[in-house]
């Protein structure tokens, strides 16, 4: 039985990625949502304001990711962000590579647990801010540039999905769905082809 293959969602807070996942999810597509937020969620509910602060912080996402990973179903999954996303956060953040995160990246890599290509959601122009995003979009945009530069030091290609209506976002990741994987994928109908890739 082959693997699932795993694309990635990945780019700058606040550029739409989750609502593109979520999209996508409605459209019948196996989605994997993000960790990040859930650990921020859970830990604000606990009290702590800022849990990103946390040592423990960057390990909790890694475990949680790992955990979703590895319970989705499904030939073909779309995940929102993966540990490669968390080494990004950890290098903007500066905060060091522990061996939980260290070991997750290299588990990746060696086993290609995702797929080489990755949808690089492009900003929207603004950030709408909230409790578990904190940045201005000058900041976001620095974020976004370390997140593009980590994937591509780990042989990944990008795949620019640009700003503009979710509807037209989710033609144009299904069309690149249906180009990468052969058979067709859930409501893959009236998308754009290949050539409107950039």
């Known amino acids: 039985m ?16 989750t609502t593109l996942a979520m999209a996508l999810r409605r459209r019948g597509h196996q989605v994997v949502a993000e960790a990040a937020t859930d650990v921020i969620a859970a830990g604000q ?39 490669l996303c968390t080494l990004a956060l950890a ?17 990746a890599r060696r086993q290609g647990i995702y797929q080489r290509q990755v949808f690089l959601v492009q900003p929207l122009g603004f950030v709408t801010p909230s409790a578990a995003r904190r940045i201005g979009y000058a900041e976001s945009l620095e974020f976004a540039r370390v997140h593009e530069q980590v994937y591509r030091e780990h042989g990944h290609e990008l795949v620019s999905v ?37």
């Not at 699932?4 to 739409?16: F, I, K, M, Q, S």
């Not at 702590?48 to 073909?76: H, I, K, Y």
Request: glycine fraction near 14%; aromatic fraction near 6%; charged fraction near 20%.
């Open 91 to 107: 290098r903007y953040l500066g905060r060091p590579v522990g061996a939980t995160l260290a070991a997750e990246v290299d588990r």
């Open 2 to 17: 082959s693997p699932p293959r795993r694309y990635v969602l990945t780019g700058a807070p606040g550029a739409g990625k």
């Open 45 to 83: 509910a606990r009290g702590v304001d800022e849990p990103w602060n946390s040592p423990g912080f960057l390990d909790a996402v890694v475990r949680l990711q790992r955990a979703r990973c590895d319970a989705a179903g499904g030939a073909v999954q779309v995940h929102d962000r993966s540990p």
């Open 162 to 198: 640009p700003a503009g209506p979710v509807p037209a976002r989710v033609a144009l990741v299904q069309a690149h769905l249906r180009r990468l994987t052969g058979p067709p994928v859930p409501g893959g109908e009236g998308g754009p082809g290949p050539l409107y890739f950039t």
